[in-house]
């Protein structure tokens, strides 16, 4: 056999035809819900990542939300600077806290807050979710992992290449920035020497224009005074926040958090941000009495009543995510600190700065299986949105899963598994539940979904240095 054969000649064997999908007799591309339903907000699968989301369930808490926070002027001082989202289901975890928050961050940076704000406020928000295991006791490694967060989802760099362009577009109107489409390629082409030179002008000229600026002067890794004899001058972008910032100690990380770079985001016309902490209580849950206490003293002094910037205008919001019994936990470090007389530790729901995030309804749980699967169905659409599911069925789906959004999806996943395994299965309904939670044991297979402790947490710091080649 000459060498080419191995080219031209065709398997003895074919392979068999594409056969259809097991799914697509119910109208779907695969199965739409989640077997391991615990938020990844990192995934590229969107049953887990928490991009699909039926708003209409969270719709009273979202309200809340935006009355109380996000329309609220930045330049108000009286505004809310902490809020509570608190679970009152008492059906444990999975009830879609983390979704919520993904979306309502995606939400707020879409626009930046300005549509929401009727334009009072331009900010951004940055979803955090303390490492399980005790990872962050300490005040000053809650700033490290929020740092860390914003630099991951590039804050700093967009607000650089902001500062960039006003510059730029000051100095010459003219120029053709047709290929600043996003934030992704305004940060491209701002934060790249040569890109200046495509469009006929230079980086030195914007620099020489920047360093003339007091809040640039201020900034603790800037001596203007080493570029008075320089023709050539280096990129200013993340890493050199991010340099100082691991380089310093403690004191002076705090002081760079909540000053310095309080000067870069208002000098890129950011008036605010939102920090959404998840789960409030993976930090609480390892600190002693005394940690407790220092923890809310430090936060007490940065956010109200220290000497900081942060302090004085109430530039960053916070929003701690709290189950039941969070309250007594840190009860008395809240009192003794004086916290309790600036955001009281309350589970009165009347209280603005406190978002009940209630349990999910009958009509709730319509909604949400409703939405996983429109997101997966063929090009035929079946005449009912919940089929193969009957509305009767998705009744017992929701009392017997106690009204859990995880647990729900858990179970419909589940459901959809037996019923494209039987040819004769036409469709959900009362009996096929029955009989799958008599077979299965369906209590046994809810205790078995991973807890957030058993969840892969995510190591920002890691991240970024990867991302940066360090």
Sequence with gaps: ????????????????????????????????????????????????????????????????????????????????????????????????????????????????????????????????????????????????????????????????????????????????????????????????????ETVGCSYESVFKELLQQNWFQNLPFIDASDYLFFSHYSMINQDSFLNYFNESDIECRIEFFFSSLIDLFLNSNFNGVYIFVDDFEKILNFQNAKQMRNFAFELRSSVFDGLCKNARIGFFNFFFVIHAGVHRLI?????????????????????????????????????????????YRTEDKPEHPLFPFLESSIEIIGKRSEMNASKILRMSHNLIENAVMDDKVVQIDEDFINDFINKSNFEEIEDKIPSIDNIQSVDLQAKVSKRNGK
């Design 1 to 196: 056999m000459s060498k080419i054969n191995k080219y031209l000649q065709r398997p003895e064997d074919v392979n068999p035809e594409v056969t259809a999908s097991r799914y697509e007799r119910f109208y779907l591309k695969e199965n739409p819900f989640p077997a391991h339903p615990a938020v990844q907000k990192d995934s590229s699968d969107y049953r887990i990542n928490g991009r699909i989301f039926e708003e209409s369930i969270r719709s009273n808490e979202l309200k809340k939300i935006t009355e109380n926070f996000l329309k609220v002027s930045q330049a108000d001082l009286n505004h809310l600077r902490l809020g509570f989202l608190s679970d009152t289901s008492y059906i444990g975890r999975g009830n879609g806290k983390t979704a919520f928050l993904v979306n309502l961050v995606d939400k707020i940076n879409e626009q930046f807050c300005l549509d929401i704000s009727d334009k009072k406020n331009k900010c951004f928000a940055v979803y955090y979710s303390p490492k399980p295991g005790g990872a962050t006791k300490t005040f000053s490694q809650f700033v490290k992992d929020i740092f860390y967060a914003i630099i991951e989802q590039d804050f700093i760099n967009l607000s650089l290449a902001t500062i960039y362009l006003n510059i730029l577009y000051k100095q010459n109107k003219d120029i053709d920035l047709s290929s600043i489409v996003d934030d992704k390629s305004l940060i491209k082409c701002m934060l790249d020497k040569e890109w200046y």
């Design 331 to 375: 009860k008395d470090a809240w009192n003794s600190s004086g916290m309790n007389n600036r955001v009281p530790l309350t589970e009165n729901t009347q209280d603005r700065h406190v978002i009940s995030f209630e349990k999910l309804t009958a009509e709730h749980t319509k909604s949400l299986l409703k939405k996983y699967l429109s997101e």
